[in-house]
C-alpha cells in the first residue's frame, strides 16, 4: 500500500460549548480517493474545512506528510499550497481574468516566474477544455465553467491533495457532469482526494474508501462497494435509501 | 437696481480676491480629502478585522465625529489647541487637520461597508490558495470593495467640498469669507452687490460639486448594472 499521506487523530472541533465533531479519526494514503458522505449537518464540510485550516479544532492532531501540523497562521499558509480546495460556491475573483485568478497563487504565493507559471496554467486549462477562456472573466462564464476553473487554480499550485467540498451541489444539472468529468480523470491520475458529495454514482464509481458520518461522527470507514452494497449502521441504510441514484 | 451690483465683481481686484478665496477651499478640500481618505482606507480595513477593543475604539472615534457638528470640532480645535496644548497652527492647518480627522472617520465606514460587502465565500477562497492576509486584501477584497466604495467617497468629496465654507469661522480666508468682506464693504453702496457675489459662489461650488455628484450616480447605475448581470 502506498504511503499514507493525511492522518487525523481524535479530532474535535467545537461552537461555543456544542461539540460538532466527535473523535475524528482516519487516515489516507497518497493516491487514494476518499468519499466524505453523510445528511446535511452531520459535519463533513466543517470536518474537510479543518482539514485545510478554515475551521479551527479544539482536540486532537492532524499529521500531513509525516508531519504534525501544529495549528497556526503561519502553518496553514505553508499547507495550503500543498492541499488544494475548492468551494461549492463557484468563488472566481470577479475583478481578475482567468489567466490572473490561476495565476494569483503561483506568481504570489509560490513566487514561480510568470512565463513558467503561465505556461503551466494555459496547459491546465487546456485540459479541462477551457484553452479559449484564459482572458475571459468569470462575469462572462457559465457555472459549470467556472468550478473548472477554480478546480484549476487549486491545481496550479501542484498540491498533493485535493478537498473538494460539494463542488457540484449549486451547478445546473448539465453542467454536473463536466466538473465531476474531471475529478474522475483527476483521481485516475492519482490525485489524493477527499469529496463532500451529495452525487452517490460519483461516489460510487470514483472513490477509495467511504467515510460516513452521522452527528458528528464517523459511523462507518469501509471501502466503497461494501459500503453501498452493504451498509453497515442503521443510519447508512437510511441515507443511502433516501438518496436517489 | 439688481444689475448695478455686478460692477462690484470685477471692480479692482474682486474678481481675483473671490477666485484666490475659492482656491483655498479648493486647496483644502483636496488635501482633506487625500489624507482623510488615507486614513480612512487603513481605519476601515482595521475594522473589518476580528479584533473587539480595536473595533469599539474605532467605531467610538467615528461616532464622536459623526455626532458632534464639524462647526463644533474646529472651535474645539482653534480655541483649545493653542490654550491647552500650547500649539498654535494657522487656522488653514487647524481646519486641514479637523477636517482630515472628520473625513477619515466618515471614508472608514464606507470603506468597512465596502470590504464587509465582499461575499465571505471570496475571502475564503483566496485564502485556499494560500493568501496572506495581506495580500487578500491587496489582491481579492479591495479591488472588489472600489466599485461599492465610489459612489459614496464621490459624494463625502462634495460634502468636504461644501463643509470648506466653515473656514469662514477661524478666520481663514477662502471664498466665502472673501465674498462676505466684498459685499461687507461695497453692501452699503451698492446693496445688490451681495446678489451677484453670493451668486458668483454659487456658481464656482455648482461646477465643482454638480459633476461630482453626476459622476457618483453614473458610477453607481453601472456598478448595479453589472452586480445583476
Not at chain 1, 143 to 156: E, H, N, P, T
Not at chain 1, 166 to 194: F, H, N, Q
Not at chain 2, 7 to 23: S, T, Y
Not at chain 2, 148 to 161: D, F, K, M, Q, S
Amino acid at each position: 500500500m502506498a504511503e499514507e499521506l493525511l492522518r487525523v487523530e481524535h479530532l474535535k472541533k467545537s461552537y461555543q460549548s456544542k461539540e460538532v465533531l466527535h473523535d475524528i479519526n482516519f487516515a489516507i494514503h497518497k493516491g487514494e480517493v476518499v468519499a466524505l458522505l453523510g445528511s446535511s449537518g452531520s459535519g463533513k464540510s466543517t470536518l474537510i474545512r479543518t482539514l485545510n485550516g478554515l475551521e479551527d479544532y479544539q482536540g486532537g492532531t492532524i499529521t500531513f506528510a509525516g508531519e504534525t501540523v501544529h495549528p497556526s497562521k503561519a502553518t496553514w499558509l505553508a499547507l495550503r499550497q500543498r492541499i488544494g480546495m475548492v468551494f461549492q460556491s463557484y468563488d472566481l475573483f470577479p475583478n481578475l481574468s482567468v489567466l490572473d485568478n490561476i495565476l494569483l497563487g503561483p506568481l504570489k504565493v509560490q513566487h514561480r516566474s510568470r512565463a513558467e507559471a503561465e505556461e503551466d496554467a494555459r496547459k491546465l486549462l487546456a485540459s479541462v477544455n477551457l484553452a479559449d477562456y484564459a482572458d475571459r472573466y468569470p462575469r462572462q462564464l457559465s457555472g459549470g465553467q467556472k468550478q473548472r476553473i477554480a478546480i484549476v487554480r487549486a491545481l496550479a499550485l501542484h498540491p498533493e491533495m485535493m478537498l473538494f467540498d460539494e463542488v457540484t451541489a449549486s451547478l445546473d444539472p448539465e453542467m454536473v457532469r463536466g466538473v465531476l468529468d474531471i475529478m474522475t480523470d483527476l483521481a485516475k491520475r492519482d490525485m489524493t482526494m477527499i469529496v463532500v458529495t451529495h452525487e452517490m454514482n460519483f461516489a460510487r464509481e470514483v472513490a477509495d474508501r467511504v467515510l460516513f458520518l452521522s452527528d458528528g461522527e464517523i459511523l462507518e470507514d469501509r471501502q466503497t462497494a461494501e459500503f453501498f452494497a452493504h451498509p453497515a449502521t442503521k443510519r447508512a441504510q437510511e441515507f443511502l435509501a433516501s438518496m436517489e441514484f | 437696481m439688481l444689475a448695478s451690483g455686478i460692477k462690484v465683481l470685477f471692480a479692482g481686484q474682486n474678481m481675483q480676491r473671490l477666485l484666490g478665496g475659492f482656491l483655498v477651499t479648493l486647496r483644502v478640500a483636496i488635501i482633506v480629502l487625500i489624507l482623510g481618505g488615507i486614513l480612512g482606507v487603513l481605519l476601515g480595513a482595521l475594522r473589518t478585522l476580528h479584533n473587539r477593543p480595536l473595533r469599539i475604539i474605532l467605531r467610538i472615534y467615528l461616532e464622536i465625529f459623526r455626532i458632534v457638528p464639524t462647526v463644533v470640532l474646529l472651535f474645539v480645535a482653534y480655541y483649545i489647541l493653542p490654550q491647552t496644548f500650547g500649539l498654535n497652527l494657522p487656522g488653514e492647518e487647524v481646519a486641514v487637520l479637523v477636517f482630515t480627522l472628520w473625513t477619515a472617520a466618515e471614508m472608514s465606514d464606507i470603506v468597512r461597508g465596502a470590504l464587509e460587502s465582499v461575499p465571505v465565500h471570496q475571502k475564503e477562497s483566496g485564502l485556499a490558495i494560500g493568501l496572506t492576509q495581506a495580500q487578500l486584501f491587496r489582491y481579492v477584497l479591495i479591488p472588489q470593495a472600489i466599485p461599492v466604495a465610489l459612489p459614496g467617497t464621490i459624494n463625502l468629496a462634495t460634502r468636504i467640498i461644501k463643509t470648506t465654507s466653515l473656514l469662514l469661522m477661524i478666520s481663514v480666508m477662502d471664498i466665502v469669507n472673501v465674498g462676505q468682506t466684498l459685499v461687507e464693504a461695497n453692501g452699503h453702496k451698492n446693496p445688490s452687490a451681495a446678489f451677484w457675489i453670493y451668486g458668483m459662489m454659487f456658481i464656482l461650488y455648482y461646477i465643482l460639486c454638480a459633476p461630482l455628484s453626476q459622476w457618483a450616480k453614473r458610477v453607481e447605475k453601472k456598478r448595479l448594472e453589472r452586480a445583476n448581470g
